[in-house]
């Protein structure tokens, strides 16, 4: 069973190259801190299964993920933040691997993953237990306004606009002002719908009227691509149906 490993943290990397070593008829691939060298490594290289940390600059896991060829590798999620277990199972992720990763849960996840590449039972064969039914994606969230919680639902949404520790909501009925954190506001959109193109400006992909010099227009409004962001705005461009 071929794998590669991904993460920003070399300690991370480093111990999860050392379970790789230590478990039979696993061979590591590749290891890599940037996700985008990763990303370009799996579209040439098919594997098994990735171990795919979420938390990455410029590109995170759960964009990755999206990004990947279909039908594409196994995926295990490695983080530190279990906030992202219910879209890790969205994503049809194998396993989710909280950091600090024991060995004996990795092994799990291995043998999770090895279950999964069994061929099919042949016809005849007693069926499978039935398998919990996975969790409705969300499609709004509630941000605090003045003195009350106000849901945006994430179609209305055209673009956020970060205001020193504020973020201006912009939507198809108007404007909302919160108190919120940019990482917080990524950790609940869903990656596949929405991107952050610059420090002060994350967008909403379906509301993009047209890409061009650097800018993207949403709703009118010319917004600026910061060059951090670049990259993984156009590889996600790309995946959206780019012809």
């Known amino acids: 069973m071929t794998c590669v490993i991904l993460d920003d943290e070399p300690l991370a ?3 999860l190259a050392d379970y790789c070593a230590q478990v039979p008829g696993l061979e590591l691939m590749g290891q890599f801190d940037d996700p985008l060298a990763g990303l370009a490594f ?4 098919p594997v098994d299964v990735v171990f795919l940390d979420i938390h990455m ?3 995170t896991g759960v964009q990755l993920a999206q990004l990947l060829p279909q039908p594409g590798p196994r995926i295990v999620f490695t983080t530190a933040y279990d906030q992202y277990a219910v879209r890790s199972y969205e994503l049809s992720a194998v396993d989710y691997l909280l950091k600090p990763i024991a060995f004996e849960r990795f092994v799990q996840a291995v043998q999770k993953v090895r279950q999964q590449l069994l061929p099919a039972p042949s016809a005849g064969a007693a069926p499978a237990t039935a398998t919990p039914a996975e969790p409705t994606a969300a499609d709004a969230m509630f941000v605090k306004n003045e003195h009350r919680l106000q849901r945006v639902a994430f179609d209305d949404l055209l673009y956020i606009e970060g205001m020193k520790e504020y973020l201006m909501l912009y939507t198809t009925t108007g404007k909302v002002l919160t108190l919120q954190s940019f990482r917080r506001v990524e950790e609940v959109l869903p990656p596949d719908r929405f991107a ?4 002060s400006y994350l967008v909403a992909l379906s509301h ?3 890409v061009e010099r650097g800018k993207v227009q949403v709703a009118g409004r010319l917004l600026p691509i910061g060059d951090t962001y670049r990259e993984s705005f156009n590889a996600l461009i790309k ?3 780019q012809l």
Do not use: F, S, T
């Open 13 to 15: 990397l480093d111990l």
């Open 42 to 45: 799996l579209q040439d290289n």
């Open 57 to 59: 600059p410029r590109l």
């Open 196 to 199: 952050r193109i610059h420090k």
């Open 208 to 210: 993009i009227e047209h």
């Open 239 to 241: 995946a959206y149906n």
